[in-house]
């Protein structure tokens, strides 16, 4: 801080110019530090490294987040325009579903987004209302391949568990961990499944004056009265909101074909060329399409994205691919909550068929491209991107860790993370400026070089507290003007050592060259140092330790006697004389 003092009253002040510069160095060294940590402890914030699918994650105390999920579907043609058999998580499940990573409820004409408010959870979930026919069912989930914020999980989740500082929002039914998923994470949802009857579902009505509601029925003045036109002639003669939904379903299935060959598209005329023109695309467009179409005829409608049900394996649990990303419509029918239907040729919601009429059905493996583990891969819920590549094309690309490295560490493991990477800097550091002061003493071999050693690192120290040496000043010129800074103990030894190294710079060395000069000469500069240390606040002295370079304000460049024997730090008279000192 600017004017702190160094010794005590009347003693000379860190700060100023001369504070600054000598902060210089220990400060670049603590920027590195800082910039290591943001980038291992970034990640630990929920959406730091999230793509632009955030466009927005501002909080409002309590932990409570929003999130603008953008147009997510769209990133489906990573995954689907270049089907893999990338595994991004298996599943262990008493019976195959969707499994849901988020809902998408607003529609500007050319894209689907949700702007959601995210609640801190413990192990239970907000309560949804549901039909009365639902049955508990627990998953339990292993990230292979996956590097989502989401969660999936299966439609209604209810508990979660072996996740620490989880969010959930109720409107979407979608939970949110407070990092990316990463291979090896492990977790469990219990959710409650619907069963879902047509005679049932035929006695659902909506309620379209329900603000709640209203906002799964808008639709912008840019919709096309086309596309609104078509959607009432399909659901013409249909009188209950369930026969109106089927309808729509089965218009798609029945007359539209299904196929990776068609771009996906947020243009304005996208959904006019699909409906009236290409009649062909993926999951996408027929989600969307579908969910535009259900609320030009009153069904309160959203898109959810995630993943079909995945290979069921011998062992019981279903492995879930990147060619299993997929989009689908949800219809809000009254009391029965959010139903399921599917409008996409070839796809088929397991535990759904008894009132969709749609069989199960979903994309299978290419059995030319096995692949059991790849580099993590981005579910649908990110802007378009290129399809993930294989970590052997990827040299930089994250390993899959060991499945019980990290289990049951939550946030903590970034934060491990972190203090590690800290603790190795901070070692770095520290043996780059104890082998600097090394390589000084190395040269030591008499009594005069121990002397100009052993005044340099004082310097060096003095420096760093604030009080660089002048070019111009002497060694005792020098250790009389910061003397009076230093407890009156070490004054006197400061201006010894400081008559010591004058004596090696411009006088004849009249001590016995002996071991025992060498080390009293270190043992006086290192007391000395240890004074200076004294006066010094704490940062300045954790500065000092881990600065690895030499201070600009070290004593001027080294000269030699004539005889070329000593290592002398002061210029010679002559030089000094020259400079007009």
Known sequence: ARGATVGGAGGATVGGARGAR?????????????????????????????TS???????????VSRRTTISPLVSIKAEKLDPSNASVFTVSAPKPSYWRLTSLDSFNGTTWSADSTYRPVGLTLPSTPGPESETPDTQTFQITGLDETWLPAAFRPVALSGVSG????????????????????TYAVTSELPDFTPAELATATVDTGNPKVARYLALPSSVPSSVIDL?????????????????????LRDNFTYSLNVPPSDSNNALVNFLFHTHEGYCQQFAGAYAVMARAVGLPSRVAVGFSEGQLESSGVYRVEALNAHAWPEVELGTYGWVPFEPTPGRGEPGAAAYTGVAPAQASPAPSTPSPVASPVTAPTSIPQPAAPTQAQAPGARAPAPAHSRQGLGFLAPLLDALAGALALLAVLAGIGAARRRRRWARVTSGPSAA?????????????AGQPRHPAETSGTYARRVARSLPADATSDLLALAGYAESAAYAPWVADDNPSDVRQLRELGN?????VRTTMPKHLRAAAMLDPRATRHSPPPAWRQPNGALLVRDPPPAVKDNRGS
Do not use: C, E
């Not at 699918?53 to 932990?63: K, M, W, Y």
């Open 527 to 531: 007391r000395i140092s240890a004074a």
């Open 166 to 185: 989880a969010a959930y929002n109720q409107a979407s039914a979608s939970i949110i961990a407070s990092r990316p998923t990463y291979a090896g994470m």
């Open 231 to 251: 959607a009432r002639r399909v659901t013409a003669g249909d009188t209950t909101a369930y026969a109106r939904a089927l309808a729509l379903q089965n218009y």
């Open 452 to 464: 100009l050693a052993a005044f340099a690192d004082v310097s060096d120290l003095l420096a760093r």
């Open 22 to 50: 000598a902060l210089l160095p220990a400060g670049g060294a603590l920027a590195v530090l800082a910039v290591l940590g943001a980038v291992l402890i970034g990640p630990v914030i929920p959406g730091g490294k999230a």
């Open 53 to 63: 699918l955030l466009s927005t994650a501002s909080g409002s105390g309590n932990g």
